[in-house]
């Protein structure tokens, strides 16, 4: 005869089994979840895609499918405008439509943007901007208007304080989200971002706006051997702490032959020296950026 306490653990031991038996769609979904695919992070910067070009009207590279096919591009951010005088020629990139127009038949994702300067205010140089894609955007396909913009924060030319100020630059970014309901990208020297941190900070708001809006960061520095040569590994990381961003989202590592072209490809294509750039995450998690952060040229506010 089996004691009360054997009769207790019995007990126990059927109700478990019963349990488990009703329940084989729970005991069944956790090796499920445990192998469904996700798009792993690289495991190293050299890992990051080398997937954007920029160009301007000073680049005169054929468009085609070989961006993609052979240098692993898959995203072109072209110069739309650049500042605003007063409708004077030099506003207008004025390749940038047919440019644009070539890209986008090579089956390449399409970028613009605005070199910022202070020749007006940043909501009037938004407008200007807005005007230009949406010019070329109604040139294209329906299936095709999706466009990243972003906006060029830099000196321009030799004087290095012709540059838009912050404030104005507070007003670009406000002005052309509103109208678009997109963020946009910013672009800048990493030395610039630090010596722009008080004036930033001085900026009501800016801060935090910066921060909403991905950073495209640029930075050839590298470390070389002793016959000036780039070293593999040799790369140094755009550095952010202390600005208004967690972490960069792209990085501009090389104008052509300088940055660590020995962990990325070199910025020469078809032997014109090209500006590109790196993705900080794995190819599949490129695809789902762009997607986020491209307009799909309707105006949300006029």
């Not at 009207?57 to 692993?72: A, E, Q, V, Y």
């Not at 970028?111 to 202070?118: C, I, K, L, S, V």
């Not at 599949?284 to 762009?290: A, G, I, L, P, T």
């Amino acid at each position: 005869m089996r004691s009360t306490g054997e009769i207790v653990v019995g007990r126990v031991v059927a109700l478990s089994v019963a349990l488990l038996a009703s329940l084989p769609a729970i005991a069944q979904q956790r090796p499920v979840a445990a192998t469904r695919p996700v798009a792993a992070a690289p495991q190293s910067p050299r890992d990051y895609p080398s997937v954007v070009l920029d160009l301007s009207s000073h680049n005169t590279i054929p468009i085609d499918n070989t961006l993609k096919s052979r240098h692993g591009i898959g995203l072109v951010i072209h110069r739309a405008t650049l500042g605003r005088d007063m409708g004077g020629p030099n506003d207008v990139d004025v390749v940038f439509p047919d440019r644009m127009l070539s890209v986008a038949r090579a089956g390449l994702r399409l970028g613009a943007y605005h070199w910022a300067t202070p020749t007006d205010t940043g909501d009037r140089q938004a407008d200007d901007f807005l005007r230009v894609v949406k010019a070329m955007c109604d040139l294209l396909a329906p299936s095709q208007r999706r466009v990243v913009l972003a906006i060029d924060w830099e000196p321009h030319g030799s004087d290095p304080d012709h540059y838009m100020r912050a404030a104005e630059v507070d007003r670009f970014l406000r002005r052309t989200m509103a109208r678009t309901g997109r963020n946009v990208l910013v672009y800048a020297y990493e030395n610039f971002i630090h010596e722009q941190r008080d004036e930033i900070t001085n900026t009501p708001g800016l801060w935090g706006l910066l921060g909403r809006n991905p950073l495209w960061i640029a930075n050839y520095k590298v470390s070389t051997d002793a016959m000036g040569n780039p070293m593999r590994g040799g790369m140094i990381l755009p550095r952010v702490a202390g600005s208004p961003w967690a972490d960069w989202s792209l990085w501009q590592y090389t104008s052509g032959d300088n940055g660590p072209i020995a962990d990325f490809p070199p910025g020469k294509i078809a032997g014109e020296l090209v500006d590109r750039s790196v993705f900080r995450g794995a190819r599949s998690d490129f695809d789902r950026f762009v997607n986020n952060n491209s307009w799909d040229c309707i105006y949300r506010k006029p």
